[in-house]
């Protein structure tokens, strides 16, 4: 869908690696590596993205790092096209506000880090959650997304452990 609009798909794996989660840092090499293309490519969607403001750069050592511009009017919008596009405004909607008990929902995983992937780790925090019904609200979803949903279920003394062991995993959705 996406890349109907999107055909360039450097330019694409740098949406997603950067705006999906905006805590996303990365520098040229790293990209390089992750994405199996060359630096040159990268660095020219790197450099228009820098110059139209939407990603901000800074130092580490001799390393120039990369970050989504978050105060860019145009970031909120972006990270809501690209969470449709993963599919997460279904997930919200099919599996997390139908299930009950649900306190917080994250993602972790290859996603999580911004590798566009046919996978989808969600994590629930919350109590009395219906595992049985998680399972089959979460196969549903998955076919509609066409992205295979694995789920974990933390109680939530539980968040604070898992969430230091993955770092990566950011926050989709908590309860009001």
């Known amino acids: 869908?996406?890349?109907a609009l999107i055909t360039n798909k450097t330019r694409l794996r740098l949406l997603l690696k950067f705006f999906l989660n905006s805590t996303s840092r990365s520098y040229l090499r790293n990209l390089e590596t992750e994405f199996d293309e060359s630096t040159n490519a990268i660095r020219i969607e790197l450099n228009r993205f820098e110059k139209a403001g939407l990603l901000s750069s800074s130092m580490k050592g001799n390393r120039?790092?990369?970050?989504?511009?978050?105060?860019?009017?145009?970031?909120?919008?972006l990270n809501n096209i690209l969470?449709?596009?993963?599919?997460?405004?279904?997930?919200?909607?099919?599996v997390v506000h139908k299930l009950g008990g649900v306190?917080?929902?994250?993602?972790t995983?290859?996603?999580?880090?911004?590798?566009?992937?046919?996978?989808?780790?969600l994590i629930l925090t919350g109590d009395k959650i219906n595992e049985t019904y998680l399972?089959?609200?979460?196969?549903?979803?998955?076919?509609?997304?066409n992205r295979k949903i694995t789920c974990t279920i933390?109680?939530?003394?539980q968040e604070k452990e898992y969430l230091e062991?993955?770092?990566?995993?950011f926050l989709i959705w908590k309860e009001i």
Not at 135 to 145: A, F, G, P, Q
Not at 154 to 157: I, N, P, Q, T
């Open 1 to 3: 869908m996406l890349e």
């Open 109 to 121: 995983g290859e996603l999580a880090k911004g590798n566009d992937t046919n996978s989808i780790a």
């Open 83 to 94: 969470r449709k596009y993963v599919g997460f405004d279904q997930i919200i909607e099919k």
């Open 103 to 107: 306190k917080k929902a994250y993602i």
């Open 135 to 145: 399972v089959r609200l979460s196969d549903k979803t998955s076919e509609l997304i």
């Open 165 to 169: 062991l993955h770092p990566e995993a």
């Open 154 to 157: 933390l109680e939530e003394d």
């Open 64 to 77: 120039k790092m990369f970050q989504a511009n978050t105060k860019h009017p145009l970031y909120p919008d």
